[in-house]
Structure formats: structure tokens, C-alpha cells
């Protein structure tokens, strides 16, 4: 496949002298044709610096940036009319209409789309004559993607695009997006939401202060997850830590989370088989007993150096 991005040891820089802040740190990064790359990260990672940078919003402080083999900066006017962009927030006039903003913006692309199909994509045509300021949040958000794919684009940025929608609109913005895939559109995404990443991506990036940590599809990094075992604390009255240190498969020592004994593991059958053994052999019971595998959630909160909650019994 070929990649339409490219981006190596890239950087970026906030201010200057004494004050600088290194909101990117050397990320490489690739996208392939026709793929969907989701890049993940708690607020302040680095995420929207490092899709700024790729967008050719504002150049990187250093490193190599190529989209469709352009520096998307420097050679913006080559790489810009390919590419649809959705930023977090975008400044449209509340005064002109759905329509007006539309047309003022297909007037400069070679080849949109016609207007009331870019409206229908994103299921706006009954809002086509209303001013923008009476819009509600979640169908301004549909006039930004309507705005990103107006062109066409064969690279689609969009940053946080579902962030502030109710379940109904977010799963119709997956499905906008999942059309422009399949009509052969690349995408990076930038979300908070990690089951827009699992629906939607064909692989995932990690970011945390300013890296990447962790790369690949949600089952090769959920792959490396630890499984984790909670269960009742009142069971220690006869399953001591001590004991439980013994169970094969651990991948660090037994804990007490609030209520709860947590074992994580390395291999929950092996872990999970032998403590139903010795809780039997104990006359033990495990309340609220839960085991489950390694989820794309426990990756995101331990690379992000969130701590791991215990799960809500
Ligand atoms: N113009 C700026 N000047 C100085 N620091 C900035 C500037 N813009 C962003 N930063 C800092 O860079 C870091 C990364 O910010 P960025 O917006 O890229 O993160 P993010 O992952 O997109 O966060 P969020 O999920 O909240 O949108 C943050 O610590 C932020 O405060």
C-alpha cells in the first residue's frame, strides 16, 4: 500500500527562549491508502499539534513531513485541495445560512460536491435555510464534516469529530465517515471516544506527553494487556495475599483496590482455574467475582499513566 502520509521524527515547539514547551516529541508516523488511523491520547498529549503539523496548518519545529509526497506546509497549495480538514472548532459566521457557509466555500474547491448532497451525507437538508448561530452543537458539527468533505477529499483530518454528540449523532457521523472509506477516502481522526476508535480503526495510535507509546490494530494492543481478576475483599479471611501471590500466571503481586482483591495475569484460564481450585479447597466464596481479558480501555489508561479503576460492581 502506498502511504499518504509520512511523517519521521517530527517536533513541535511552543514558544520561545526560556519558555518553550515540546508539545510533540519525535513521532514517526505513516497512513496508508484507504486506511482509517485513530490517534488516541487524554487531553493535552500532543494530539491536535501533531494533526495541526500534519494538516500543514503550522510547520513543524523539525523532522519530515510528506503528504501525497509534499511538504503540506511549504508546498501547501499541492497538497490542501486533496485534503478535507475538520478542526475542533471552526469559525463560521452565525450570520449566513447552512447553504451561504456551504457556498462560500465551494467557491473555492475544483470539484465539489453539489450542495444538497454534501447537506444529505450528513443529514442536514432540513436545516439547508437556517442561520448557523441557531444551529444546536450537534449539527454544527455535522456542517463541519459536511464542510470537510465538500471537496471530495481523498485525505480526510478530522479532529474530535464526534466530541460533544449524543449517541444518535455519533453513530451517524460513523457512518458518514465509514462512506468515505469505503469510496476509498483516507481518514486520521483524532478522539477521546474509544469505541469510535474500535468501530472505526484500522489501526490506533497511543499518544502520551507529546509520544507515541503505543501503535497497532485494537487487537494487537489489547493483545499486550494483562486479563484482570477482581473479587470480594471479604474473601482474604481465608485466601490471604500471601496465598494468592502463588497463582500462576500473575504479572505483579496481588492488591486490594477498595473492596476488591485485583489479580492481573498473564493467563486468565491458568489464573482464574487455579484460584476457583484453591477457593474450593478454602471454602471461600467470591463475591462480585469478575474476570475478564485485556481491553483496549486498560491499554489507553495505563500508557496514558491514568490508574486502572477497579470495575463498578
Ligand atoms: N499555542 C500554544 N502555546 C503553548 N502551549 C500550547 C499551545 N497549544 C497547545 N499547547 C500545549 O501543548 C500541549 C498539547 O496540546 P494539544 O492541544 O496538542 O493536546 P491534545 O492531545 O490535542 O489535547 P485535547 O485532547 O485536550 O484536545 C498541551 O500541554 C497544551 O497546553
Redesign the pocket.
Known amino acids: 500500500m502506498t502511504s499518504l502520509i509520512e511523517a519521521h521524527d517530527v517536533r ?1 515547539t ?2 520561545s527562549g526560556s519558555k518553550t ?1 515540546d ?2 516529541r519525535g513521532v514517526d508516523l505513516t497512513l496508508a491508502r484507504g486506511e482509517l488511523l485513530a ?1 488516541l ?12 503539523v500534519l494538516e500543514g496548518m503550522a510547520p513543524a519545529t523539525s523532522g519530515t513531513i510528506k503528504v501525497f509526497g509534499h511538504d503540506p506546509h511549504e508546498q501547501r497549495s499541492k497538497v490542501r485541495p486533496r485534503t478535507g480538514i475538520m478542526l ?1 472548532e471552526a469559525g463560521f459566521s452565525g450570520d449566513l445560512t447552512v447553504t451561504e457557509t456551504l457556498q462560500m466555500w465551494s467557491g473555492t474547491l475544483s470539484s465539489p460536491r453539489p450542495i444538497p448532497e454534501a447537506l444529505d451525507i450528513v443529514n442536514l437538508g432540513h436545516r439547508a435555510d437556517i442561520r448557523v448561530k441557531s444551529l444546536s452543537g450537534g449539527e454544527r458539527r455535522r456542517l463541519d464534516l459536511a464542510m470537510a468533505t465538500l471537496g471530495r477529499p481523498e485525505l480526510l483530518f478530522l ?2 469529530p464526534t466530541t460533544g454528540l449524543d449517541p444518535a449523532s455519533r453513530e451517524a457521523t460513523w457512518a458518514v465517515v465509514q462512506g468515505m472509506l469505503d469510496h476509498g477516502t483516507s481518514v486520521l481522526l ?1 478522539t ?1 471516544y474509544l469505541e469510535e476508535a474500535e468501530q472505526l480503526a484500522d489501526r490506533l495510535v497511543i ?1 502520551a506527553e ?1 509520544q507515541i507509546v503505543r501503535e497497532g490494530t485494537v487487537a494487537q494492543i489489547t493483545a499486550e494487556e494483562p486479563s484482570r481478576i477482581q473479587f470480594d475483599a471479604a474473601a482474604l479471611a481465608q485466601l490471604p495475599l500471601e496465598d494468592l501471590a502463588g497463582l500462576p500466571g500473575l504479572t505483579r503481586v496481588p492488591q486490594t483496590v477498595r473492596n476488591d482483591v485485583v489479580l492481573t495475569s498473564s493467563d486468565l484460564q491458568a489464573t482464574l482455574g487455579a484460584l476457583l481450585g484453591m477457593a474450593d479447597a478454602a471454602g471461600a466464596r467470591l463475591d462480585n467475582l469478575d474476570a475478564r481479558s485485556g481491553s483496549l480501555e486498560q491499554a489507553f489508561l495505563s500508557l496514558s499513566n491514568t490508574p486502572v479503576p477497579a470495575v463498578a460492581a
Do not use: P, W
Not at 491520547?41 to 495541526?52: C, D, I, P, Q, R
Open positions: 513541535r511552543y514558544g514547551y508539545a510533540v490517534v491520547g487524554v487531553n493535552g498529549a500532543g494530539k491536535t499539534s501533531l494533526v495541526e475542533q479532529d474530535e483524532t477521546h499518544m507529546g
